[in-house]
């Protein structure tokens, strides 16, 4: 009998679909998209706001859910089965261990992704009659976008279940990025820029400030997402070390491109959000299979 890393990845997605958490967090991740859609629009100013307002407005969530469902979907991976002994099994068969950690990466990607996409179809079976609006190129450059962020904190996520032996250490590792990507990159970028320019970055900065923001994936895409939509997309936390004047300050001179003299660089564009995420998807997968390789699993 002849197996590959598509039978591992058809397993995992059918165990992951049955999973009630990843399940919670997508229909809470669909509320409040729908929330958000009836809420902001029906009782705001419809005929100012399109569909590009509506995707840098969505953006917000997406940073936080996102990632949250797909290293959710991902951390248990391999770990859950190398702990309960069904990993010894799976081993049993022909199976090389890259084909076990690629089957795992895209059997849980696929999940994640498509739960991007119904989202996204909510999104348009809602936004568009609610902004007479249908921007479709902006719909799926975000789309996909939205996809590739899911992927790779997915493939984050596996990587750190290969690499560790215990749920509980696989968790806090999962825990950790997440805090760190979410909340406090901000910190370590200001802390950066204050050590090098003797201050806090103000309303213009230098340009390689942002250089060290689309260094995190999740930063790189809420960039990325402002561009496509012409808009400046909040962060989902915000800790205010930079030295402006929030309440003075406008959407539009907060936008990366609004913040450095001169023309924008490269670094600023959204295709580079695809080599910021490509890295982490890569990186963390190269460490995680060196480690797997290398486990005992007895």
């Given at each position: ?56 407005g ?30 010894r ?12 950690l690629t ?19 909510v ?10 609006d ?41 825990i ?10 901000e ?17 213009v ?17 809420r ?9 400046f997309v ?14 003075q ?29 490509l890295?982490w ?10 480690r ?7």
């Amino acid at each position: 009998m002849t197996v590959t890393w598509h039978d591992v990845a058809r397993k995992d997605f059918e165990d992951v679909v049955r999973s009630k958490l990843v399940w919670g967090l997508t229909l809470g991740f669909v509320g409040l998209l729908t929330f958000f859609l009836f809420v902001g629009y029906v009782s705001g100013n419809n005929e100012a706001a399109g569909m590009s307002d509506l995707l840098s407005g969505m953006g917000q969530f997406v940073l936080f859910f996102i990632p949250l469902i797909a290293l959710v979907a991902g951390y248990m991976s391999v770990v859950g089965e190398r702990q309960s002994g069904s990993l010894r099994v799976l081993m049993s068969y022909p199976f090389s261990r890259s084909d076990v950690l690629t089957g795992k990466v895209v059997g849980r990607s696929v999940v994640v992704g498509l739960t991007i996409l119904f989202g996204f179809v909510v999104i348009t079976v809602l936004g568009v009659p609610l902004t007479a609006d249908f921007a479709p190129v902006d719909l799926l450059l975000v789309a996909l976008l939205t996809v590739l962020l899911g992927v790779t904190f997915t493939a984050i996520a596996v990587a750190i279940s290969a690499s560790t032996a215990s749920r509980g250490t696989a968790l806090a590792w999962v825990i950790g990025i997440f805090f760190f990507l979410l909340v406090m990159w901000e910190a370590l970028a200001v802390g950066i820029y204050y050590l090098v320019e003797g201050s806090r970055p103000g309303l213009v900065v230098e340009p390689w400030y942002f250089a060290l923001y689309q260094l995190n994936p999740i930063e790189s895409y809420r960039i990325a997402i402002g561009q496509v939509t012409d808009s400046f997309v909040w962060p989902m936390v915000q800790l205010g070390l930079e030295d402006i004047d929030w309440a003075q300050a406008s959407a539009e001179d907060l936008r990366a491109e609004a913040r450095v003299e001169g023309s924008a660089p490269f670094y600023l564009s959204p295709w580079f959000s695809v080599l910021t995420s490509l890295a982490w998807i890569a990186v963390p997968l190269a460490i995680g299979y060196r480690r797997f390789t290398s486990a005992d699993l007895d």
